[in-house]
């Protein structure tokens, strides 16, 4: 038990740290994100979009901030709005799935997602001008494998959009997501209800708290604010699942190492006591202390393999029902295997330590007498 409580809690350490190394593909640090909903309002405004625009410009004005952006949904948030998407120019191209997100000017530079060709979101973008998008290289691959995207007209929902820009790749809805195709709309171009928005700063983020909600203060004092987070708070909250799934096997497997030595321990203790004569009459005999001693560490390191021989494959098929919670490493990852290994040998050490020791330490006259 000890050793499958230890292999798969090892196997769900190293998932965590992958999942927390990993390069989401935009910059987490000092990232402020802060839900607005002109609906909870008492006196909700008539021209959302003004309101919105108004918000962000109080909130840049605060110092300490370096950009601000808005977006219909977080990276980390929920799944995001999937459109009917169509290529006019590749009517041969099958329709994926593709994500829609409405954002503001700046919301690249904010994010700190690199925007490699075409130009970002303007002020001139509104709803009397060409519907435009930018798209991620993802939805380059798939929909224009062979061609440049810029200039190109996709359809979205029945209505033609011309491809502006084209940004790097990023997780979205998860870091265990795969990337997917996403496109991304000026928020000036629709009418939305909701939106949240994303502040870069040079300070510690929750530190602009106050600051932040007296500047939405001045535009509406009856807008409550809640869920706001960081960036980084997000993502530890997307992980909660895998760091309750780590804490409890690793809990399991704590309780399960220090049973086992206590266990040896005690069993090795019982057979110094039990073999003392004999002890005696080998030391007697010529035997050195670290003869008598290795014995009984012998005699531990045995049941250690034992259990290792025994445990190692009911450890292996379990990981391999277990493969979906794991991420970036496969169940049979040989780093773990003889990490749980060498775990197991060094606790069977630490339990016949101190029985090895009142072995060595065994006088042959007192040994003798007692016999």
Not at 221 to 226: G, N, T, Y
Request: net charge positive.
């Amino acid at each position: 038990m000890s050793v499958l409580f230890v292999m798969v809690g090892g196997l769900l350490c190293r998932t965590l740290t992958n999942l927390y190394r990993m390069d989401p593909g935009f910059v987490t640090e000092n990232l402020l994100l802060v839900p607005i909903d002109p609906g909870n309002s008492l006196s909700p405004p008539r021209d959302e979009q003004f309101f919105f625009d108004s918000v962000r410009q109080k909130i840049a004005a605060i110092p300490g901030v370096r950009s601000v952006a808005l977006a219909s949904t977080t990276l980390t948030g929920g799944p995001g709005w999937i459109p009917k998407v169509s290529i006019p120019s590749r009517p041969e191209a099958r329709t994926r799935k593709s994500l829609l997100l409405s954002v503001s000017e700046g919301y690249f530079t904010t994010l700190g997602i690199n925007l490699l060709q075409g130009r970002d979101f303007l002020a001139t973008d509104t709803e009397d001008s060409q519907r435009v998008v930018i798209v991620n290289e993802e939805f380059a691959r798939l929909f224009f494998p062979d061609e440049n995207p810029l200039g190109q007209t996709v359809v979205i929902d029945d209505e033609q959009h011309v491809i502006t820009g084209l940004c790097s790749d990023h997780k979205y809805c998860g870091l265990r997501r795969d990337i997917m195709p996403i496109l991304y709309r000026p928020h000036t171009q629709y009418e939305l209800s909701r939106m949240t928005c994303m502040i870069r700063s040079v300070l510690p983020p929750l530190s602009l708290v106050p600051a932040m909600r007296q500047a939405v203060a001045e535009i509406d004092r009856s807008l409550p604010l809640e869920g706001i987070t960081t960036q980084k708070l997000a993502i530890k909250e997307s992980l909660r699942l895998e760091r309750l799934m780590t804490s409890l096997i690793g809990s399991f497997a704590f309780l399960a190492l220090a049973l086992s030595c206590i266990g040896l321990y005690g069993l090795m203790a019982y057979n110094v006591a039990r073999r003392t004569g004999e002890m005696g009459i080998r030391k007697a005999l010529g035997a050195r202390p670290w003869d008598v001693a290795w014995s009984i560490l012998r005699g531990a390191l045995t049941l250690a393999a034992i259990g290792v021989a025994v445990g190692l494959p009911v450890a292996l098929a379990l990981s391999c029902l277990m493969r979906s919670f794991f991420y970036g490493i496969e169940p049979h990852d040989p780093t773990t295997m003889i990490g749980t290994v060498v775990i197991m040998l060094a606790v069977a050490v630490l339990a016949a330590w101190i029985p090895a020791r009142r072995a060595a330490r065994v006088d042959p006259m007192v040994a003798l007498r007692y016999e």
